[in-house]
């Protein structure tokens, strides 16, 4: 059973323009949602985070979004660039287990 | 470089043998974390260990599987009469107990490809 359910499995976005990644998940006991950003070849690294005491976070041009009541939240790149070209997992963890459950991922390309 | 470091980066082996993968944790770091990653889809949890003690290990871990943390330092995760399906990226995480003790740091991965 997949803990985090990541949408969508692919997206392609012009420079400029905004990415949208979405991400659902079921048990009320997770306590913190990372997104993780991951190059070929190298291990993902930590993008930005949210509490669910909180609706939106901002670092930059990455914003998430984050409704408790629906149980989702959202990653959004804005002004994407080129660079930004990556594979992108949302993530959510519980202190009751000390495990993070990670979502299938997407892959973005971001056209010059 | 102060991060996760995970050796070897890259293995190739032969169905039947062993490997062992080795760790070097975020030196504050008291916990530490194994994921296995295949193409196309996120982490998925293996085991993690507070310290030296070993917590939790996933259904994943079949008994060819072992890991140790032996002195709450590095970690080795060890793979006996490996099989094709073990083909996989190996990701070692770590991250410190308290009100920051939730974000986890990944290395780069130890790829694993089985002939």
């Known amino acids: 059973q997949q803990q985090v359910k990541q949408s969508p499995q692919s997206l392609i976005v012009q420079k400029g323009g905004i990415s949208i990644i979405n991400c659902a998940y079921e048990?009320?006991?997770?306590?913190?949602f990372p997104w993780y950003q991951q190059f070929p070849g190298k291990g993902p690294a930590l993008l930005i985070a949210?509490?669910?005491?909180?609706s939106e976070k901002k670092e930059g041009r990455f914003t998430i979004s984050f409704n408790k009541s629906a149980k989702q939240f959202s990653l959004h790149i804005m002004d994407s660039q080129p660079g930004d070209s990556a594979t992108y997992f949302c993530?959510?963890?519980?202190?009751?287990?000390?495990?993070?459950?990670f979502g299938s991922g997407t892959k973005l390309n971001v056209k010059p | 470089d102060t991060g996760v470091s995970q050796d070897p980066r890259h293995k190739i082996t032969k169905r039947g043998q062993n490997v062992t993968f080795r760790c070097d944790p975020i030196?504050?770091?008291?916990?530490l974390y194994w994921y296995r990653q295949t193409l196309g889809q996120g982490p998925e949890f293996l085991t993690y260990?507070?310290?030296?003690?070993?917590?939790?290990k996933s259904r994943l871990l079949s008994d060819r599987f072992s890991a140790e943390r032996p002195k709450g330092s590095f970690s080795t995760l060890e793979i006996q009469r490996t099989e094709q399906g073990d083909s996989a990226m190996y990701l070692c995480?770590?991250?410190?107990?308290?009100?920051?003790?939730?974000?986890?740091?990944f290395g780069e991965g130890s790829w694993l490809t089985v002939v």
């Open positions: 995480a770590s991250s410190q107990t308290g009100n920051s003790g939730n974000t986890i740091y």
């Open positions: 048990n009320t006991a997770f306590d913190y």
């Open positions: 949210i509490r669910p005491d909180v």
């Open positions: 993530a959510a963890y519980t202190h009751n287990f000390n495990k993070f459950y």
């Open positions: 030196s504050e770091h008291n916990r």
């Open positions: 260990f507070q310290n030296e003690a070993q917590l939790e």
